[in-house]
Every structure is written in C-alpha cells, then in structure tokens.
DNA sequence: CGCGTTTGACCCGCGC
DNA sequence: GCGCGGGTCAAACGCG
C-alpha cells in the first residue's frame, strides 16, 4: 500500500513536473520573441548608426593600424590603475546607445573584430567546437619544435602574425605566480628594464611539445598586481582547472586573431591613431552588426599584438563609464611600441570585486558567485531586480546599485549571444566559476550550493514561474546545463558561451545547439 | 636520483 | 657596425 501511494505522489509530482516543464517553454518563447523583437529594433537603430560612422570614417585621414601590433585590454574588473581612471574622467566623447552603462562602447576606431571575419581577415579558421584556444594552435603549433630561432621561423612569422598574439592578464595576487591550471617550468628570469621586479619565464610542461610560453611579471606601478603574459596555445588536452584561463585567453587573443581586415595598411605609428575604435560585430542573419566598446585604443606598432585581460580591481570612481576621453589612448602604462585595446567590463561599484586571485587560484568572490559585472551587473532590472530584490547577493549592497538603462542590458546580452569571441571570455570566466564549483563541492548532491548560486545568477531562469516545483525543475536544469557546459569546455572545448540567461536569448544558429530546453 | 629553479652566458632583433 | 635589451639556454644547485 505504501508503495502504491508513493508512486502515486511520485507520479502526480512528474506531472506537475511536466507542467512545470511546459510553462517555461511558454515562458522561454515568449522571452526569444521579445528578444528577437528587441534584436530587429537595435538593428536598425544600429545600422543607421553604422551608416553615419562609415561616412565620418571615410573623411578620416589617420592612418590605419598594423595588424602585427595590437594590444588589447580587457579589464574584466575594476582596475586600480590610475591611468585608466584618469583616462575615463577625461573621455568626452558621447557613448553609443549600444555601449550605455556597459564599458563596452568603441574607443578604437580601426580595430574592428567579428567573428565572421574572421576566416577573411586571419589565417586561423574558427573552429565550431573547439574553443579559440584550437585556433592558436594551429598557428603555434608550426612553430619549429626547437626552440631556437632560425630564419624559416622568421619566415612563418612573418607569414602568420597572428601566431605570435600574445595574451597578457593582469591580476591582483599575493602569490608569485597565479595558479592558471597548467604546469610550468621556469627557464629563465630577467631584469626588464624599468621594472626592478624581475620577469620570470615559463614553459608549459604538461606535453614536451608544448609551445605554449608565458612570462610573469610584478607591475611596476602596483606590485600587488601580477602580470602573467601568455604565447602560444596549448597543442595538447587542458586540465579542467586550466580550461578557463586557457580560454579566457584564446578568446581574447582571437579578438586580435580575427581582427581587421580593415586595418590593412601599415601605416607608420602616430598616436593619434590611438583613439580607435574597436567593434564588436553582432552576427545576425548575415549582417555584421558592431558593437562599440570604449576603453579601448590602439597604438600602431610593429610588434606582436598583445591582448590584456585586466582582472584586477577598478577604483572607478566616476558615475558615469563614458565620461572619458577618447582622444586620449591607455597606452601609457604600455610600451609605446605596443598598441593597446582596452575592453572595460568593469564594474562601477567600489566595493565589490567579482574576481580575484587569492592564493594563487582564480576565483570568483565566493559572495558573487557568477556575478559578472559588466558595468552595473548588479542592476539588471525588471527581471533582474525583484530577483535581486528577493535574494539579494551576498556582498552585494542594492541599495548602493546603479541605475542601468534597460537598453545597456539588451546591447549587453546582444554582445554576449552575438559574438562568439566574446561568449568565449565570458564562458571561460563561468567555466572558471564551474570548476571551482566542481572542486569545491565534489560529490555533493545536485541540489549543492553551489548550483542553487549559479541558477540565482541568470535572471532569466531565476524569473521564471516558480513553485516548489518549479524549483526543482530549475535547479535540475541548471545543474544539466551546467554539467553540459563543463563538458562542452573541458571536452570540446565549446567556443559558444554557457551561459543560462544568453542562451535563452539567444537566436544564432550557432548557440541554439547549445539551448537546454 | 629526478625534477624544478637559479643564474650567468649567449643569441638575436632593433635603434642609433 | 655597435650597443642595448629581451628572450632563451644550460650548467649548477636545491629539494623531496
């Protein structure tokens, strides 16, 4: 008999599980009409936009940049570095409406990324299942085995720039190095000029053929700022711990990688050059929609194109993330003879880092779990907010958030689904939030903490029709999505982002094989 | 003993 | 051509 009444309450349960089920494919439908609604609008807007760029472009007599000398600079948390605050109280120049509230606007004109450029304007093809991290390889893994130079090295150099992009993070750490996942082997350590910190030289060692370098460096300005350099890619399988790092910094090397075909001319440097502009291209039906993203500038050089992923703490204190000067390049904490791009997603708040490297590991704040602050992340309205409202993120005041225009969180979620490159930096960053997850909680249950954190991240699904149920059925979900997303990183190396609350808005063919329904 | 680090020497590119 | 500086090599050394 008890047997018979639990399989009935278990039967009943699935069926209101199924009805559950049922509501929010209604509910994600809805959300996927309204966003392609949304999508078509930014379109348009963007595209007369685009229009009136192009023509101000044509008139603009600054020569275009060298695709060999990129450095771009992402800062994924809020810098400390003073030039940069000092850079944006400057900045005049309005926002783009796409770019409102995000760091994500256009500050370097000639440097212009799109993932369906990408086979034009480099030698590296995009690769559909592998993360960008494959398509580094490829080019580094014609490197000679040997690693002494000789002249058909020079030559495949010359033939293939984009091999010698390099990645540099730049993070907050106490440790002498930053635990990325991977083994390394120091061979040698120099005295760089203008730095009395050394520089330390890393080889990677989990595969003997490895190419892949990296170089470590205190900061001189803030010596609790750890720059790690990376070159090369890894030509072997990643351990899990370093899928993250590993991806973060293909990604970004593949915004350089697959970058402009327009810049062709190699041009002599001139700094004025350094106001660029650098786009993020939306891929819809065809159409390459940019994205703007400020904070970026480029210097023409000759040299290696470089990309800094700034993971350290921003002290911006201004209100306001467009007010600096565009004319004036963030290139003054670099060697000249890189040219930098710097892609702000900082966070406004002075008060909460969502990333940081303590005790050599990088972690996002325990507190913050899965909180990526591109700009205000924490004022994600409407669906965001009673959500926030209800569960307020530990750490994370609400009462101090911003005010986010709703339309900086479309152009947000359009940059996310739209730009695989970008997806990549995001999915390494989640992937790294995933690992840690799996190491901390390891064979808890599914409905671990450290899930019911994640799914409390995506608003989308946090906003959904909720019962007890209805609860269970979200938290399996995302656990399913979760686990789908670290196999699709570790294993194939996904280049799409994972992430619950794009996926859902996302129409591109080539994310929808990664919707969870 | 094996492996990783240290460190001085060497190589090479670049600017003058 | 020369000097400088970044990057790499490899012997010596230290540690488990």
């Known amino acids: 008999m008890q047997d018979e009444m639990q399989f009935e309450l278990t039967k009943a349960e699935l069926g209101e599980v199924r009805e559950e ?98 086979a034009e304007s480099s030698v590296i093809p995009p690769s559909p299942d592998n993360s960008l991290e494959e398509a580094k390889d490829e080019a580094v893994t014609q490197k000679p085995s040997t690693p002494k130079r000789n002249a058909d090295d020079q030559e495949v150099l010359q033939q293939n720039p984009a091999k010698k992009t390099r990645v540099s993070v730049r993070v907050r750490c106490d440790t002498p190095t930053m ?22 030289y890393y080889r990677c060692t989990v595969s003997p053929t490895c190419p892949v370098r990296k170089q470590v460096q205190r900061c ?10 990376y070159e090369g890619t890894h030509n ?7 899928t993250a790092m590993a991806s973060t910094t293909s990604a970004a090397a593949s915004m ?33 929609k940019p994205i703007y993203l400020p904070h970026s500038s480029i210097t023409p050089s000759p040299s290696c194109p470089t990309v800094t992923l700034d993971l350290t703490s921003n002290t911006f204190s201004t209100s306001s993330p467009y007010n600096y000067n565009r004319s004036q390049p963030l290139t003054s904490i670099f060697p000249p003879r890189y040219s930098t791009t710097n892609l702000n997603f900082s966070s406004l708040e002075s008060n909460a880092t969502p990333i940081s490297w ?36 530990m ?78 059925c979200s938290t399996t979900f995302i656990n399913k999505s979760m686990a789908a997303n670290t196999l699709n990183s570790q294993a194939a190396g996904s280049n799409s982002l994972q992430c619950s609350s794009s996926r859902s808005k996302s129409t591109s063919p080539e994310t929808s094989r990664d919707h969870v329904v």
């Open 21 to 118: 089920n049922q509501r929010l494919r209604v509910h994600l439908d809805q959300i996927m009409k309204e966003y392609q609604t949304l999508q078509k609008k930014f379109q348009d807007v963007y595209h007369q936009q685009q229009e009136t760029s192009t023509a101000i472009k044509h008139n603009d007599k600054r020569p275009q940049i060298n695709d060999e000398s990129k450095l771009v600079f992402l800062s994924l948390g809020r810098s400390s570095s003073m030039e940069l605050v000092k850079k944006d109280k400057k900045c005049s120049t309005p926002p783009t409406k796409s770019a409102e509230g995000l760091d994500l606007g256009l500050e370097c004109g000639k440097f212009e990324m799109s993932s369906n450029t990408q």
């Open 179 to 200: 635990n990325d996942g991977c083994q390394w082997r120091k061979y040698g350590q120099k005295i760089a000029k203008g730095n009395p910190c050394p520089r330390a």
């Open 220 to 229: 001189p300005q803030d010596m609790s700022i750890l720059i790690t350099t």
């Open 236 to 242: 072997h399988q990643l351990p899990v711990s370093a």
């Open 256 to 288: 350089i990688t697959s970058g402009p075909s327009t810049s062709g001319s190699n041009s002599t440097p001139n700094p004025s050059t350094s106001s660029q502009r650098l786009n993020f291209y939306l891929n819809e039906n065809s159409k390459l």
């Open 358 to 393: 303590t005790n050599g590991s990088f972690n996002y704040r325990e507190n913050q779990m899965g909180s990526l602050n591109f700009g205000s992340t924490q004022t994600q309205e409407n669906i965001y907010h009673s959500f926030m409202q209800n569960k307020p993120m």
């Open 395 to 472: 750490g994370i005041p609400t009462t101090t958030q911003h005010s986010l225009q709703p339309d900086t969180i479309e152009a947000a979620t359009r940059a996310i689904t739209s730009n695989p490159n970008f997806q990549s930096v995001l999915q390494a960053a989640l992937t790294s939030i995933i690992s840690r997850g799996a190491v901390g909680s390891q064979g808890a249950s599914e409905k671990s903490g450290q899930a019911v954190k994640l799914g409390d991240t995506f608003p989308v699904l946090s906003s959904f029709p909720s019962t007890s149920n209805a609860n269970k």
